[in-house]
């Protein structure tokens, strides 16, 4: 079935610094890809979406590049402030009939000033 | 403003009791859905409903009831059945599903906190 894997464990880092999520999946078919943040208490809001190899998604200065060939679609972002501190998962669909989306575990990002 | 209204915010349960979280969607989607989310985990589906008067469902659907007689509520009823009730629940839609990325991105509400007493 369709699967998406993100590193292990939190990531913590200091303002301005560049962030790096690694994200890889396993799908039948040709899914879309996404980025999803979630801010403490809240529901999840998309932050980028990619729906072909070599795509580009980019939103509020994080980019991520759909890597067909390694199965990769890698959240990056060249200064974080406290303000991105929050939970990021990645996710796909493969559109057969029923939009399912399958997520990864999730990344806690922490930001310190 | 167009968006999706989970309520309650905080919900408690006691042993052997049913609780219903409610979700209400005034974007005109076709598509719902309920998620669970367990801390460190992913988001599972629970149960997913393309049309009204119709769902199925989805990977954890086991102590879970669902209805869609309306097109803008998909409520979601937990049940004495459910052991392990207490996580986070996430309610999304979307425009539909198939065909163009556009009818298929998810769009989530704020989520219920379950606990139990």
């Known amino acids: 079935g369709d699967s998406v894997t993100q590193m292990e464990g939190p990531v913590t880092l200091s303002e301005e610094a560049f962030l790096t999520i690694n994200c890889t999946y396993t799908a039948t078919g040709y899914p879309s890809l996404f980025w999803y943040v979630q801010y403490p208490g809240e529901g999840l809001q998309l932050l980028l979406k990619?729906?072909?190899?070599?795509d580009k998604g980019s939103n509020k200065g994080f980019e991520a590049t759909y890597r067909k060939e390694t199965t990769s679609f890698h959240l990056e972002k060249g200064s974080v402030q406290v303000s991105d501190s929050a939970v990021y998962f990645c996710a796909l669909t493969t559109y057969y009939g029923n939009n399912r989306l399958a997520f990864g575990k999730g990344n806690q990002v922490v930001v310190i000033p | 403003d167009g968006g999706i209204t989970q309520s309650p915010k905080y919900l408690f349960r006691k042993e052997g009791q049913n609780v219903t979280l409610s979700c209400e969607q005034n974007?005109?989607?076709?598509?719902m859905y309920w998620y669970r989310q367990d801390p460190g985990q992913g988001l599972r589906l629970i149960y997913y409903s393309q049309i009204v008067n119709d769902f199925q469902k989805g990977d954890i659907a086991e102590g879970y009831s669902v209805s869609r007689e309306k097109k803008e509520s998909f409520p979601l009823t937990v049940t004495s059945a459910q052991k392990n009730p207490t996580a986070f629940y996430l309610c999304?839609?979307?425009?539909?599903?198939?065909?163009?990325?556009?009818?298929?991105?998810?769009?989530f509400g704020a989520g219920t906190r379950l606990s139990v007493l």
């Open positions: 974007l005109n989607h076709d598509a």
């Open positions: 990619a729906t072909k190899a070599d």
């Open positions: 999304a839609s979307s425009p539909g599903t198939g065909g163009e990325l556009a009818k298929n991105i998810q769009y």
